[in-house]
Every structure is written in C-alpha cells, then in structure tokens.
C-alpha cells in the first residue's frame, strides 16, 4: 500500500501525527489538496499521512468499512497500523498524539482502525461517515449509507468493541455531516453519536451551539453539539446546514469538497489538539 507522508518545515521534535483516510473515487494526493489539510498542519506543527487504497483491492479506491473482518480488525487494518508504526520509527512523532481521520468510505474505515487500536489514536475525526459495526456486505453497505443500521445494530457494535477490549479507554471523536448529504444520509452521524457516547461513557446533556451562516456564503450554518468532561470537549457533532457529500471548506476545484466552510480540517485539529494519550 502507498501512502504519501507531509512533515512540516519547522521539523519539531514530538510531532504529533493525523492519518488521513480518503473516500471512494479519490486518491491521496487529491484528498491532501481538497482537504487543504497540509496547510492547516504546517501552521500548527503536525505530520500527516495519508495511506492510499489500492485499485486492486477495490477499483473505486474504497475502503472496505462494511467487511465483517475489517471491522473486527482485519482486512487492511494492519496494513494502515503498520504504515503508522513505520512513521513512528522513521520521524520524531509524539507517540500520544497520533489521530485518524477520514471521509465517507475513509470515515468508516478510520473509526475502525481507531476502536480496534484505542490505545494507539488518542482522538478520531469522521467527516459524512457511515455508522460502525453494520452492512456486510455490498447490497448491506449501500442500506446503511441510505438507512443508517438497523435496530440495535449500533448498539450491539460498540458491545462487541467493549468484549474485545475489556479497558477501553474511550475514544474522543468530532464528528461531521452535511445535512444535504444524500450519499451518507444524516441519520449515520445520529447513530455515530450515540455510540460516541457509549465508547466515551458520556451522560448528561449536550452544549448546543448555533453558529449562523458566514457572510457572502462563506461559511453554512451549523449546530454544535458538545459534550465535555470537566473542561475537555470529549464529542463534537457539527451538523452542517445545505452541504451535500463533500469535505466543508474544502478545495472545490477537487470532486467532494465544498468551498464554504466551516472549515473542517481546521475543526479536527482544533479539537485533536485537547486529547493525547497517557
């Protein structure tokens, strides 16, 4: 598997590192451009990796987050746990602060790789993503993307997670959605939250925030959902008004990435920049 590796200029000690995985139809060099998330990682010190799928795995580029295997940790989990180690042990990467993140098919698979190695990635960000732990097949995917999972589905996924890793540490999570999207329909980000809260043993009510449209159509309006611990934001949900299936403040001369922001890239490594592990 290839994977393209973005070190900053200032070439600190204790980088922290986010691994971007792309959606389907995309490569990873067309993900960095339309996510702009180099720029954002030059002006905070970050690495970014971003693995690409292989064509002969799947000749869209996707990601198989629907696989039964995948998801219990197999497929190409290893092999992005792998190209991650190799940054570590090649670059001074602050080893507690490593983050993945991911669009749609990328979303999927990078809550996958986060809930099958939790004490690896201290935090993940999931843009337009599919809910975890459901599908299964083709025909079962595309349901979900349209539907969500059904029943208690969601609900028996995260009791899986837990059953394989009795010490789960929580796994801190903003996640992002347009509410256009009609791709990845809205209800995927409901059901992501409410596992959220489960991983994180989060209670209490959400702090919800309305953040207006920007000036000139700079910026579609949104909602905030938070929900901390003590004064850390441990779940964010943005729910963005009009955005369809595509990456918010991105670079729209790329396919699925939307000009008006907000800007998520700048979102996720706001909200990583709270959490590392111990």
């Known amino acids: 598997?290839?994977?393209?590796?973005?070190?900053?200029?200032?070439?600190?000690?204790?980088?922290?590192?986010?691994?971007?995985?792309?959606?389907?139809?995309?490569?990873?060099?067309?993900?960095?451009?339309?996510?702009?998330?180099?720029?954002?990682?030059?002006?905070?010190?970050?690495?970014?990796?971003?693995?690409?799928?292989?064509?002969?795995?799947?000749?869209?580029?996707?990601?198989?987050?629907?696989?039964?295997?995948?998801?219990?940790?197999?497929?190409?989990?290893?092999?992005?746990?792998?190209?991650?180690?190799?940054?570590?042990?090649?670059?001074?990467?602050?080893?507690?602060?490593?983050?993945?993140?991911?669009?749609?098919?990328?979303?999927?698979?990078?809550?996958?790789?986060?809930?099958?190695?939790?004490?690896l990635f201290a935090a993940v960000g999931l843009h337009s993503g599919p809910v975890f732990g459901a599908g299964h097949n083709t025909l079962g995917a595309l349901s979900v993307m349209k539907n969500g999972a059904p029943g208690m589905r969601p609900d028996l996924a995260v009791q899986e997670?837990?059953?394989?890793?009795?010490?789960?540490?929580?796994?801190?999570?903003?996640?992002?959605?347009?509410?256009?999207?009609?791709?990845?329909?809205?209800?995927?980000?409901?059901?992501?939250?409410?596992?959220s809260l489960q991983l994180n043993r989060l209670a209490g009510l959400a702090k919800i925030t309305h953040k207006p449209r920007g000036r000139g159509g700079s910026r579609n309006a949104h909602q905030l959902h938070e929900f901390y611990e003590g004064r850390k934001p441990i779940l964010r949900v943005v729910q963005i008004e009009q955005l369809e299936h595509a990456w918010s403040g991105g670079d729209p001369a790329l396919s699925f990435n939307q000009r008006a922001g907000p800007d998520a890239s700048r979102m996720m490594l706001e909200f990583f920049r709270h959490h590392q592990r111990v």
């Open 161 to 195: 997670i837990l059953q394989r890793h009795p010490e789960f540490p929580g796994m801190p999570a903003i996640l992002l959605q347009g509410e256009g999207d009609g791709v990845v329909h809205p209800i995927n980000q409901a059901q992501l939250m409410r596992q």
């Open 1 to 119: 598997m290839n994977y393209w590796l973005y070190l900053p200029n200032s070439r600190a000690e204790n980088l922290p590192l986010v691994v971007m995985l792309h959606g389907c139809q995309q490569t990873a060099t067309q993900f960095a451009q339309g996510t702009r998330m180099n720029l954002m990682a030059e002006e905070v010190g970050h690495a970014v990796v971003y693995p690409q799928q292989l064509l002969s795995s799947h000749p869209q580029r996707c990601w198989k987050w629907y696989d039964r295997d995948t998801q219990h940790g197999g497929g190409d989990v290893p092999t992005i746990v792998g190209i991650v180690h190799r940054v570590m042990t090649q670059y001074p990467v602050d080893r507690s602060r490593i983050y993945i993140a991911g669009i749609s098919a990328g979303a999927g698979m990078a809550n996958i790789v986060a809930l099958n190695h939790p004490h």
